[in-house]
């Protein structure tokens, strides 16, 4: 059964109680240990989406509110 999307928040390497997590060592010392993270998930919990890594969770909350209200905005295909 196919659940809805959600916006995941993170820090990268630590758990949602603010530990390491054991599973994430290796990013320990990594240039973007313990900074924050977004990352949209499909209705089929795939990964469809995500942001860079933000030092602070204001900054990346904020990004997060900039991507949401882009709903109408033009796309456009450009040369890569």
């Known amino acids: 059964m196919a659940g809805t999307p959600r916006l995941e928040i993170y ?7 603010g530990q390491r997590s054991a ?3 290796f990013l320990a010392g ?3 240990d313990g900074q924050w993270r977004w ?7 795939e990964s469809i989406a995500y942001g860079q890594s933000y030092v602070d969770r204001d900054a990346m909350m904020q990004a997060i509110r900039i991507v949401a209200s882009i709903g109408d905005a033009e796309i456009r295909e450009v040369d890569g």
């Open 11 to 17: 820090r990268e390497g630590m758990q949602a109680c």
């Open 23 to 25: 599973s994430n060592a």
């Open 30 to 32: 990594s240039l973007t």
């Open 39 to 45: 990352r949209l998930i499909g209705a089929d919990g």
